[in-house]
DNA sequence: TTGAAAATCACTCAAATGTGCGATTCCCAC
DNA sequence: GTGGGAATCGCACATTTGAGTGATTTTCAA
């Protein structure tokens, strides 16, 4: 059950994995790239994982150019991919490393918990996102979690996404929406003004003036911005 | 250093704690309590608990109105909190509990990773999330975890999260906008109007407007609102 | 069937917003 | 020192939006 040896813990169970990757690696083995400025993080991080069953270091580059080519050429399942590089920052390639590689997973490692990098990274689509700190076990596990289609981040980052939410504040009150109501709202939050929504929704222009006047009341607020402002967040589906 | 027994890696370094809960605590031991509508997890969590050295158990309530009296009286350092409870949500009290014990972190435990839930929880305050399944020793560290102020979430729950970011698209590219420009964008994005950011800001009603005339140019957007739905998630700090 | 909530439309008026054009000042890099 | 970006302000005009008031139709459950 086990392919690491450096922690108790790895994983409990054949989780359905929603990812197919890992049917793509012969044997079950993870494959992983770094990225990664410093020499001697490099080396220890690709000896780590050369180290641990079930995983294998297949490349190691040292700026973002060099990694595009590499990568585009190992296919690696997962990316160790370092922030702070010489050069082009990391950020900026985790869309094209995802193009190159579609099933690849993209883990960012750096010494930073900072906000605007973290929040950058996720947009971009990371999958991941550690701080250099992190303990061997931990990386692996978090390698090993990415790799299965999950995501993973420490504690610190964590925080920082959870705090993102609580500033949010407490969710809108859909509840008390009619269901046209939510509806024109989600039109606002799109950013169409009234006569585009009326055409959207096969109404009148004034029906659509109507509906916000009673959504602004239920929702305690006297202008369309304040309103997706209030929105936002609430729920993202459709 | 270590006060877990279960797992090999606890925690690495006295971290800077932002939190002042543990020195309300004494010798340094963590005060947890258990709102859990089955008794028989609620039994074994609490052995569990109880059974690890630096963990304590101050409290196992079935109902919300039980755990709110019980939170208030126990002063818990943690509260791991069940959500489908019989009666009123979990989620519900959230806010109430963290009235109440101002230091209280909260740690949701649910057997369903559901985004609606998920999300509506962050958005109350909790301090993380985890699902039933997560084994025993990373239980225990993600209590230690939130009580020292980070936070903690299962891998499913972290992939939802992530999700959540990747679905918001790349970040608007503020670095094209001015550092006014830039202020004014956020004042925009927290519902002000155009006489409210000029005081704001202390300059002219006008001089904001020809600032939106080139925020929108440059954002590529013709109104405020679609202003809004484009900066929306970039960066909430401050 | 009957009542209440939801959805629809219309008209008015004041306020806020979008847009085009022009202008001055300040600061910094070349 | 000079050119250019940034920040500032002003004016005019059309459009959009917010807010008040009233009314009709649809829908659905008691």
Redesign the interface.
């Known amino acids: 059950m086990s392919r690491l040896t450096?922690?108790?813990?790895v994983r409990?169970?054949p989780?359905r994995v929603e990812s197919v990757s890992s049917q793509m690696t012969s044997t079950d083995l993870i494959k992983v790239s770094i990225v990664e400025d410093d020499e001697r993080i490099c080396k220890s991080l690709s000896a780590l994982i050369d180290g641990s069953q079930g995983f294998r270091c297949i490349g190691a580059h040292r700026d973002v150019k060099e990694a595009v080519a590499g990568i585009a050429a190992g296919c690696p399942d997962v990316v160790l991919l370092d922030i702070n590089l010489s050069g082009t920052s990391g950020i900026d390639c985790i869309?094209e490393l995802k193009n190159l590689v579609p099933t690849l997973k993209v883990l960012m490692y750096t010494v930073y918990d900072d906000?605007?990098q973290l929040?950058?990274s996720?947009?971009?689509?990371?999958?991941?996102y550690l701080l250099k700190?992190t303990?061997p076990?931990?990386l692996l596990e978090a390698i090993s979690?990415v790799h299965i289609?999950?995501?993973?981040?420490?504690?610190?980052i964590?925080?920082l996404?959870?705090k993102?939410?609580?500033?949010?504040?407490?969710?809108v009150e859909t509840e008390k929406l009619t269901s046209r109501e939510l509806e024109i709202l989600r039109h606002?939050?799109?950013?169409y003004?009234n006569k585009e929504i009326a055409d959207l929704c096969g109404i009148g222009f004034d029906t659509v003036r109507t509906h916000l006047r009673n959504i602004y009341h239920k929702l305690h607020?006297n202008?369309?911005?304040?309103a997706?402002?209030?929105f936002?967040?609430?729920?993202?589906?459709e």
Chains 1, 2 share one sequence.
């Open positions: 450096h922690t108790a813990y409990r169970k989780l869309r906000e605007e929040f950058r996720l947009r971009e689509g990371a999958d991941g700190r303990p076990a931990r979690d289609g999950n995501s993973a981040m420490s504690g610190q964590a925080r996404v959870v993102y939410f609580h500033q949010l504040g407490p969710r606002l939050a799109k950013g003004q607020v202008s369309r911005t304040e997706v402002v209030r936002f967040g609430s729920s993202l589906k």
